[in-house]
């Protein structure tokens, strides 16, 4: 688009959750490492904890620094760490500490890092299980999805909600539409 994108990000919103989206967008996050630093996750859950639901109020950037540069292998880590500090999982202080649009991207991020082919899961069973199913999320999600995990997202679909995401999109779609989604979803395993 020829144009900066923390720019575009930076002028389109503000507070604490422009500050989010500007680390996400300019941090680079850690490469996973097959060294597993047991002294940094407890540090890091530690950390969360103290800058949340120990105090009052929110230490947002310590929050924005962990999640937006650690790997995923860590953050995973941390947020099972995290639950021997407080009497919250991370989702859970998420909502509690933080709301609006900073809380809906906390929440997707902690989401994303814990099981991201289970939250596309959940998002296709949401968007199919409206009334008329909402076509635009159904149709970004397999596609942009169907050469990286759809495979695991159709097996998270099935353990999650007792069906195979082929029989919803034949329950909730037609015609070649449905045949289009169904080509990229291939058979049922």
């Not at 530690?46 to 650690?70: C, H, P």
């Not at 609006?100 to 596309?120: A, I, R, T, W």
């Not at 959940?122 to 990286?148: D, F």
Request: aromatic share 8%.
């Amino acid at each position: 688009f020829k144009k900066d994108l923390a720019k575009d990000v930076a002028g389109d919103t503000s507070g604490n959750f422009a500050k989010l989206l500007l680390a996400l967008v300019e941090t680079k996050r850690a490469e996973p490492s097959t060294v597993v630093d047991y002294e940094k996750i407890d540090a890091d859950a530690r950390a969360l904890y103290e800058a949340g639901v120990k105090i009052k109020g929110t230490d947002v950037n310590t929050w924005i620094s962990i999640m937006s540069q650690r790997s995923v292998p860590h953050l995973r880590k941390v947020f099972d760490k995290y639950k021997s500090y407080s009497p919250y999982d991370m989702q859970e202080s998420i909502v509690k500490e933080v709301k609006g649009d900073l809380q809906k991207s906390f929440l997707v991020l902690v989401q994303c890092f814990e099981n991201k082919q289970l939250y596309f899961a959940k998002k296709l069973n949401e968007a199919m299980k409206s009334k008329g199913a909402k076509e635009k999320i159904v149709t970004r999600i397999i596609v942009s999805r169907c050469e990286v995990d759809l495979k695991k997202i159709c097996s998270e679909y099935k353990q999650t909600f007792g069906q195979s995401l082929q029989q919803t999109i034949t329950e909730h779609t037609k015609g070649d539409y449905q045949k289009a989604l169904l080509g990229l979803c291939g058979p049922e395993q």
